[in-house]
T-cell receptor
């Protein structure tokens, strides 16, 4: 079985400050890891993914994530938060080689204030 | 490309009614899936399909039926709606190559009274 934990229901950060949204995973074999963002009343938008290679992955809107195999983590980061980054963020995992069954975390709401 | 489209956007049903949520994709993706999103529970997989004529159950399949007669379409049927099926439903699609990204539709907000 595979699982994802997002330990924080909400993260609050001031605009201009760095942000981190945490994600840890459990999967047998090598993981494929994804971050999605959901704005109010919208579908999920793909941000970035780790498949293989460099542990630091860069994605859309200035976001990046670092894959840490020993800690089984894939935290989402951004050096300088914007109010427009306020949204619900989901981490997801699937096992490499499988037919794309993604398992999602419960989501973390990011609130960026002026 | 329209990507993944879903209809309707909103629906209100009475307990016991049936309905079909439509999903279509124009990216020639083999894999399609249905999720439901409930507060505090993330997205849970209902059913999925790896190609036309092939479907399988996900994590929460009870009360839902699917079929896949074409690559493009993957409708979700509620057989006899219950208040517990009040949720937001998302359809998604992806290719089957290693590392392919799953893309989501805009969602259908369903309320069962």
């Amino acid at each position: 079985a595979q699982s994802v934990a997002q330990p924080e229901d909400q993260v609050n950060v001031a605009e201009g400050n760095p942000l981190t949204v945490k994600c840890t995973y459990s999967v047998s074999g090598n993981p494929y890891l994804f971050w999605y963002v959901q704005y109010p009343n919208r579908g999920l938008q793909f941000l970035l993914k780790y498949i293989t290679g460099d542990n630091l992955v860069k994605g859309s809107y200035g976001f990046e994530a670092e894959f840490n195999k020993s800690q089984t983590s894939f935290h989402l980061k951004k050096p300088s938060a914007l109010v427009s980054d306020s949204a619900l963020y989901f981490c997801a995992v699937r096992r490499a080689g499988t037919a794309s069954k993604l398992t999602f975390g419960t989501g973390t709401r990011l609130q960026v204030t002026l | 490309n329209a990507g993944v489209t879903q209809t309707p956007k909103f629906q209100v049903l009475k307990t016991g009614q049936s309905m079909t949520l439509q999903c279509a994709q124009d990216m020639n993706h083999e894999y399609m899936s249905w999720y439901r999103q409930d507060p505090g529970m993330g997205l849970r997989l209902i059913h999925y399909s790896v190609g036309a004529g092939i479907t399988d159950q996900g994590e929460v399949p009870n009360g839902y039926n699917v079929s896949r007669s074409t690559t493009e379409d993957f409708p979700l049927r509620l057989l006899s709606a219950a208040p517990s099926q009040t949720s937001v439903y998302f359809c998604a699609s992806t290719g089957l190559s290693e590392g392919d990204t799953q893309y989501f539709g805009p969602g259908t907000r369903l309320t069962v009274l």
